[in-house]
Every structure is written in structure tokens, then in C-alpha cells.
Nanobody
Framework: QVQLVESGGGLVQPGGSLRLSCAAS????????MGWYRQGPGKQRELVARISSSLNTNYADSVRGRFTISRDNAKKSVYLQMNALKPDDTAVYYC?????????WGQGTQVTVSS
């Protein structure tokens, strides 16, 4: 059974930083591409960043240069370091993995950027 558990969200002031974590189980983590998505108030869920098994990364234009995705295969975890946060980054952030035709999601972690 695939499980993804996110943590690390919270309230932060504009310009601040947060680090999100996602712990995975039920998958062969080292071979999977892992992704972070987010869904802001009244918005559709969107890709934030993705990291492949060979450590290739891609980012949404809106976060490139501010966010960094990384992974630790030994801990079966993927991380999202978020710097220079803006109010527009306010959203529920979700961890994602696709296995075959099925997408798996965590429960999400709320990030609120506000003064």
C-alpha cells in the first residue's frame, strides 16, 4: 500500500523560508520520480517541482530560483526547500508519485505566507 506523508508546513512571513518533507512507503522509492504540487485558494492543483531517479529536476516558472527539490533514497523521502516565500505561494502542498497509470497523493500540508 502506497503512503505519502507530508510535513513541514506552517505560517511564515513574506521573504521567509520553509522546508517541506514527504516520507514514502509501499514503493521502490529509488526508481520513482517524485513531485510536489500545490493548490491555492480557488485555484487548480499545479506542479511545483519534480525530481527523477537520476536527480533531474524541473520547476514551475513561478518558483524557479526560489525553491529546491531534493531526495534521500535511504530515508525514502523527498524535500522541498522554499525560500523568498511570497503570499502567492500560499497553498496546500502535496507530495505525488505515479506508479503505472495510478497517481498517489499525500494528505497535504498547508503553507500560509502572510504578514
Amino acid at each position: 500500500q502506497v503512503q505519502l506523508v507530508e510535513s513541514g508546513g506552517g505560517l511564515v512571513q513574506p521573504g521567509g523560508s520553509l522546508r517541506l518533507s514527504c516520507a514514502a512507503s509501499g514503493i521502490i522509492f529509488s526508481i520513482q520520480t517524485m513531485g510536489w504540487y500545490r493548490q491555492g485558494p480557488g485555484k487548480q492543483r499545479e506542479l511545483v517541482a519534480r525530481i527523477s531517479s537520476s536527480l533531474n529536476t524541473n520547476y514551475a516558472d513561478s518558483v524557479r530560483g526560489r525553491f529546491t527539490i531534493s531526495r534521500d533514497n535511504a530515508k525514502k523521502s523527498v524535500y522541498l526547500q522554499m525560500n523568498a516565500l511570497k503570499p502567492d505561494d500560499t497553498a496546500v502542498y502535496y507530495c505525488n508519485v505515479n506508479r503505472g497509470q495510478t497517481g498517489y497523493w499525500g494528505q497535504g500540508t498547508q503553507v500560509t505566507v502572510s504578514s
